[in-house]
């Protein structure tokens, strides 16, 4: 517990330098593009101008996730909880994913058992979390691989799992998947992923519900995650 709460707290001191670090790739893109065109090193072609556009993209996404992890570590997030069918949920998920499961050659698979009990949750906030959880399986699922959508109930909880066939992580890697801006591929460039903070904010969103969040993974076979949320029992 001890050793929980000081790393929470290195954490929120990390928390300013890790956003400047995350600040000053984008910045350097803009300004020596935007210099290049003004001193006549560049044309101001398409071929220039678009990587200027794609850092402010970056940014862009990175001031509102930290946004909505700020809101909700605050305990600020509006959140509108109605009692909810996480089987409906997640064959919604299932269509709005299918084709950009298909066009990279992944099955995208759903296991629902019947007689599933409903839970009470922000419809739009769940939302976010299955499709940053299906997101990433799909990021991390070469083609011919398999993404399967699941739930189950545990001890008075609704279990929602995404399981990837895909790249897997690595037992020493595991433990920090969930902190802010930690990536398993440091080179990966900025523009061509996420922010780092998509499993930090999916954390958040099921502990504002009164949930939890885990993960399971094995090195080149696949990892599991999934999250739980009270049930409603007489529903
Ligand atoms: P991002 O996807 O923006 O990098 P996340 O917080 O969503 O940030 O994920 C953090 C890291 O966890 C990813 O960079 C990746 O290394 C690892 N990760 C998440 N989901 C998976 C998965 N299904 N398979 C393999 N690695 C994963």
């Known amino acids: 517990m001890a050793a929980e709460l ?10 300013s330098a890790d956003i400047a670090h995350e600040l000053r790739t984008p910045l350097s893109v803009v300004r020596g593009k935007l210099e290049g ?13 678009q990587p200027v556009l794609e850092a402010t993209e970056v940014l862009t996404y990175l001031v509102e996730d930290l946004r909505l992890l700020a809101q909700a570590e605050a305990g600020q997030l509006n959140t509108e909880k109605r009692l909810m069918d996480v089987g409906d949920l997640l064959q919604d998920t299932q269509v709005n994913f299918e084709a950009q499961a298909s066009d990279q050659g992944v099955t995208l ?8 009990p409903k839970v009470k949750g922000d419809w739009h906030r769940i939302t976010q979390v299955l499709g940053n959880l299906i997101t990433n399986a799909l990021r991390h699922t070469p083609g011919g691989g398999r993404v399967t959508l699941s739930a189950t109930t545990v001890d008075g909880r609704v279990k929602v799992s995404v399981a990837d066939t895909g790249t897997g992580i690595s037992s020493e890697d ?24 998509g499993l930090a904010i999916a954390k958040q969103l099921v502990e504002i519900h009164g949930g939890t969040i885990g993960a399971e993974s094995t090195r080149s076979k696949g990892s599991e995650f999934w999250f739980t949320l009270p049930a409603v029992l007489d529903s």
């Open 174 to 197: 595991l433990p920090y998947v969930f902190d802010r801006f930690w990536r398993g591929e440091k080179s990966r460039s900025r523009a061509g992923g996420g922010t780092g903070l």
């Open 37 to 49: 065109v003004l001193d006549g090193v560049y044309p101001a072609t398409p071929k220039h101008l």
């Open 109 to 116: 698979a759903l296991d629902l058992p019947t007689g599933l």
């Open 6 to 15: 000081e790393r929470a707290d290195k954490l929120r001191r990390n928390m």
